[in-house]
């Protein structure tokens, strides 16, 4: 039998370029130790990857140097580069050095520019004015960077931008949306000194904010009041709002009839616990009731779990598809009741039983309000069997049988509304298939 041949060897640069486009760069040169093919290779990269983790000085420096030298070969060689990603340890001193690559990524014509700087609050990179007039740029994402003075924005191809720890003013949200015609995703990371999204004018189809860092305007300013954003929004279709929220009392939303996919999981902190959040949450679901996709988080559905009524406030029958992230246990289950018990055309049911992001430091529920300990068995006692009666598909993800015992019951019980369910998926969490769950699991199949 001959020798097998090396299959790598016998694809095509296209397409060995390609795999190289999605290691870091310094990988990708030490591919030139490989074979005579290999050694011109990375001349020709398009997509350069700089990561360098470790935030000794020395280290950094060398790492400077490291791009220097690779930007420069690569405009010798006249490449044509669409991507320039850099992911390190910032510090001020490196602030020449970011603004020679950035420039770099300018006269290439680069269509996406990833700029992600961790670094402290003293030691943002102020971004180059140059910029912010760049008809070619389609794609950025900056963390840790700062804007100064910005007067007009002029990104005539820019259809993603996401920035992460900055501070961001309404009236750069504004200049944004004026300047970015073709924008369609707007993602916000942990920023702050916004109280009004206005994405009106835009053509912004999808907005994710991923928290807000109001501890940041608590230290440079005098001001202790509570942040109220609102968020209008009139061409968005997907909005997302997730992780810690922090010194904000109220999310507000206003024209946001385009949406058609919602995902609610943030949560407020402990500060703001004197609010009434189930107001909160039925002002953002009656401006959201026409939408069929929602997701709800642990939080809010904690929230809903203190109202003091049987049925809450409000009406989500739109809602044909379902997603809860949320383990079941006491704290949540009169909330996923109440919740169940409100959506009357329900299609299909998806339950992430995995622990939340987060541990609350409040519990909102009254003890008073044990709806599922019945004979001491959990039941859907709230529930009346015409409640799951559109339920097509229910699909359990991070299950692991039987943490509290409430697992398999809620799951048997809520098979007893789902007169017309025509498939359930039960997706065991990694690790737990064990034995110690084996008479609950039987249980629940019988």
């Keep these: 039998m001959g020798v097998a041949s090396d299959r790598f060897s016998s694809l095509p640069d296209s397409v060995l370029l390609h795999i190289l486009s999605f290691l870091p ?9 490989l074979c005579k093919q290999w050694k ?12 360098h983790r470790p935030k000794d000085f020395i280290s950094l420096k060398k790492f400077a140097s490291f791009v220097d030298k ?10 044509s580069i669409t991507k320039l990603h850099l992911d390190f340890p910032f510090k001020r001193c490196f602030s020449s050095d970011v603004t020679v690559w950035v420039l770099f990524a300018i006269t290439h014509k680069v269509k996406e520019l990833n700029l992600i700087l961790s670094s402290d609050a003293e030691d943002l990179y102020k ?14 994402n900056w963390v840790g960077c700062k804007f100064d003075k910005v007067e007009v924005f002029r990104w005539d191809s820019l259809r993603e931008l996401r920035i992460g720890s900055i501070e961001f003013c309404d009236d750069m949200v504004r200049k944004v949306v004026f300047g970015s015609p073709w924008l369609e995703l707007l993602e916000l990371d942990n920023c702050w000194g916004f109280k009004r999204l206005d994405l009106v004018g835009g053509k ?3 907005l994710v904010v991923n928290g807000y860092n109001g501890e940041a305007i608590k230290k440079n300013s005098m001001l202790l009041d509570f942040e109220v954003v609102e968020i209008e929004a009139p061409c968005v279709k997907v909005l997302e709002l997730n992780g810690c929220f922090r010194r904000m ?31 909160m949450l039925v002002g953002m679901i009656g401006s959201l009731r026409h939408v069929k996709d929602v997701m709800l988080g642990t939080w809010c559905i904690e929230v809903m779990s203190s109202w003091p009524m049987k049925s809450l406030p409000f009406s989500m029958s739109s809602y044909e598809c379902l997603t809860l992230h949320t383990p079941i246990q006491e704290r949540y289950l009169p909330g996923i009741v109440r919740i169940l018990q409100s959506s009357s055309n329900l299609r299909m049911l998806i339950i992430h039983m995995a622990p939340p992001y987060f541990e609350f430091e409040t519990c909102f529920i009254p003890l008073a309000y044990d709806v599922y300990s019945v004979g001491g068995r959990c039941q859907l006692s709230m529930l009346s069997k015409d409640c799951g009666l559109h339920l097509k598909k229910i699909r359990i993800c991070c299950f692991e049988g039987m943490r509290s015992g409430q697992e398999v019951l809620f799951l048997r019980d809520l098979l007893l509304i789902c007169a017309n369910l025509e498939e359930m998926i039960i997706e065991w969490r990694s690790g737990h298939q064990n034995s110690s769950i084996r008479d609950a699991s039987d249980e629940f199949v019988a």
């Design 25 to 33: 760069f310094d990988d990708v040169v030490r591919t030139t130790l």
């Design 127 to 140: 971004l180059p004015k140059r910029l912010f007039s760049n008809p070619y740029i389609e794609k950025v």
């Design 40 to 51: 011109p290779l990375w001349s020709f990269s398009t997509s350069l990857n700089f990561i």
């Design 204 to 206: 912004v189809s999808k």
């Design 249 to 279: 009392n109220n999310i507000q939303l206003k024209n946001v009839m385009s949406c058609v996919s919602v995902k609610l999981d943030f949560q407020f902190t402990k500060d703001e616990e004197r609010v009434n959040y189930v107001d």
């Design 70 to 79: 690779s930007l420069i070969n690569l405009h010798c060689n006249h490449s």
